[in-house]
């Protein structure tokens, strides 16, 4: 169990018991796991002290190592029991106990799974901003696992599918402004089309909060990805963008498969498919899940239709990455 003892610098004595109780609740109180009787530093949040050991953080951080050779202060800096006490400024309590997870014990890669966002989220910026690059570099690793650069990783991923409360939507917004501040680039154009595609009334709700710059790309996202090719995938089965003049372009003849096309569609919008959730349209569009055989929709129509929805998804997703941050897939791969 940690002490309960105050910091030298402190008032010794309280007026009277209200008083010191009143101090024990408002000031940070020692952290129960992360309170080493040997710790040669305590970090301080608004919350909780850690008395922890300033060669573990030395060795993993260069930002942290450079503070902690600078000359010492005067002699009425904060101390406890004469251990120096540094100010967390900026960094929240969340931030800097998962920081200390990762470094006492934690088996990083493996217990990264088990994690909400925000304690992920925490932990990419804690360690990007004081440059604990070991657990930037397996953070940022699991996170693009989770926001991948490729359809097909996406697709595997199944993000999509994963926390649906509006804490984990919530979650989204505020994993985009820490990636924008740490740079992890790569993972944002996923993030954007999964905010973006959301229902417009809760996108609102974040407004608010959402810094405006980033607000401009993420309804730029919502018009150019999710409205843009969401249409498009819609015209594919209504056969407005055929032509007639190459094979692959003709309309089709069959008033009947044209009208069962146009029955399953209006079946299908706003029910089982949101065509805004763009990458996430089913492979066989509003055939998925449909018997063919008993169908009076043309093979060549269907199998045309098909490939039409999967090219329309290609393109989208060629485009999300120039939409949100103006560059390539190869661009932001290579940083």
Same mark, same amino acid.
């Given at each position: ?201 809760? #996108?609102?709700?974040? %407004?608010?909060?959402?810094? $405006?710059?980033?607000?401009?790309? +993420?309804?730029? =996202?919502? @018009?150019?990805? &999710? ?6 995938? #819609?015209?594919?089965? %209504?056969?407005?963008?055929? $032509?007639?003049?190459?094979?692959? +372009?003709?309309? =089709?003849? @069959?008033?009947? &498969? ?15 498919? $949101? ?61």
């Amino acid at each position: 169990m940690p002490p309960k003892r105050r910091r030298t610098n402190e008032s010794s004595h309280a007026e009277d018991g209200g008083q010191e109780e009143n101090l024990a609740t408002t000031k940070p109180q020692p952290h129960e796991d992360f309170w080493f009787e040997d710790g040669s530093i305590v970090l301080a949040t608004d919350i909780h002290l850690y008395r922890v050991h300033k060669g573990m953080l030395s060795r993993f951080s260069k930002v942290l190592n450079d503070l902690f050779e600078l000359p010492p202060g005067d002699a009425d800096e904060d101390r406890w029991e004469g251990v120096p006490i540094v100010r967390m400024a900026g960094d929240s309590d969340e931030e800097v106990v998962m920081l200390l997870k990762a470094l006492y014990g934690m088996s990083l890669r493996e217990e990264l799974h088990g994690l909400t966002l925000s304690e992920i989220a925490s932990l990419l910026s804690i360690s990007s901003k004081y440059e604990f690059q070991d657990i930037r570099a397996i953070v940022t690793q699991y996170l693009e696992s989770l926001f991948p650069a490729t359809l097909k990783e996406y697709k595997a991923s199944k993000i999509h599918e994963r926390g649906r409360t509006p804490n984990d939507l919530i979650m989204l917004f505020d994993l985009i402004v820490v990636a924008h501040r740490c740079e992890a680039l790569i993972i944002l154009p996923v993030l954007y089309y999964l905010c973006a595609q959301l229902h417009m009334q809760f #996108i609102v709700g974040r %407004l608010d909060t959402f810094p $405006t710059r980033l607000t401009k790309t +993420l309804l730029l =996202c919502r @018009s150019e990805i &999710c409205e843009y090719y969401g249409h498009r995938i #819609i015209e594919d089965a %209504l056969q407005v963008m055929l $032509t007639g003049t190459w094979d692959f +372009l003709r309309i =089709c003849g @069959s008033s009947h &498969c044209l009208e069962e096309f146009r029955a399953q569609l209006a079946k299908d919008i706003g029910r089982k498919i $949101t065509f805004t959730s763009v990458f996430d349209v089913p492979e066989r569009g509003i055939l998925e899940g449909r018997d063919m055989e008993h169908s009076k929709i043309c093979k060549d129509c269907a199998t045309r239709y098909i490939s039409l929805v999967d090219i329309e998804k290609e393109r989208a997703w060629d485009q999300l990455p120039r939409v949100v941050l103006g560059k390539e897939w190869t661009e932001l791969k290579q940083r």
